[in-house]
């Protein structure tokens, strides 16, 4: 069983930066792929970002290329995303994702990002 456990969360006006950082325990970290997915009030859940158990592969939703990095550090058991230029619509609250195949899939509690016009 992995715990996950967001931080970095907060409010921002616009055009600011906020890092986010996920701690997971019980289990082996750099085997998990992991991604960071928010969901704002009314709509569904939806992936941001995303990065392989090595770190060599990332990928990113479109509308946050260019403005959200995702990255790990295996040895501190850790997953980052760096957000700047934040935008109103950033808005929501962001969970940490690991998962494994077949069949393993677990989530954090959620961090809330606010950003302010």
């Known amino acids: 069983q992995v715990q996950l456990v967001e931080s970095g969360g907060g409010l921002v006006q616009a055009g600011g930066s906020l890092s986010l950082s996920c701690v997971a325990s019980g289990g082996t970290f750099s085997s998990y792929a992991m991604a960071w997915f928010r969901q704002a009030p009314g709509k569904e859940r939806e992936l941001v970002a995303a990065?392989?158990?090595?770190?060599?592969?990332?990928s990113l939703a479109d509308s946050v290329k260019g403005r959200f990095t995702i990255s790990r550090d295996n040895a501190k058991n850790t997953v980052y995303l760096q957000m700047n230029s934040l935008k109103p619509e950033d808005t929501a609250v962001y969970y940490c994702?690991?998962?494994?195949?077949?069949?393993?899939?677990?989530w954090g509690q959620g961090t809330q990002v606010t950003v302010s016009s």
């Open positions: 994702n690991a998962n494994k195949l077949p069949y393993s899939n677990y």
């Open positions: 990065i392989s158990w090595s770190g060599s592969g990332t």
